[in-house]
Nanobody
Framework: QVQLVESGGGLVQAGGSLRLSCAASGRTFSTDAMGWFRQAPGKEREFVAAINWSGSSTYYADSVKGRFTISRDNAKNTVSLQMNSLKPEDTAVYYC????????????????????WGQGTQVTVSS
């Protein structure tokens, strides 16, 4: 059974940091592009960050650029999102996702390109 399990969410004050992790199992994800998305109450799910299979190419939403860093460890089948300088507007449920297409160079940025999704982890930033 394919599973993506996120962890590391929680409550943090504005300006603080959190590190989200996503553990993948049930298949080999080392050749997949991986992404993080988030969804705030009443809003659509939006792209946050993505990384290609090797880690050589990363993309970020403008709203998190310079504050968030995506990384992966293919040996451990994990992907992480380091979030610094958090703002109240970063409050959302954060989802890990995997895209199994031929995204060897540039990872996809759209939700419909991702095949596998985790259940999400809540991140709440207080002002």
């Amino acid at each position: 059974q394919v599973q993506l399990v996120e962890s590391g969410g929680g409550l943090v004050q504005a300006g603080g940091s959190l590190r989200l992790s996503c553990a993948a199992s049930g298949r080999t994800f080392s050749t997949d592009a991986m992404g993080w998305f988030r969804q705030a109450p009443g809003k659509e799910r939006e792209f946050v960050a993505a990384i290609n299979w090797s880690g050589s190419s990363t993309y970020y939403a403008d709203s998190v650029k310079g504050r968030f860093t995506i990384s992966r460890d293919n040996a451990k089948n994990t992907v992480s999102l380091q979030m610094n300088s958090l703002k109240p507007e970063d409050t959302a449920v954060y989802y890990c996702a995997a895209a199994s297409g031929n995204y060897y160079h540039n990872p996809p940025l759209n939700t419909f390109d991702y095949d596998y999704w985790g259940q999400g982890t809540q991140v709440t930033v207080s002002s």
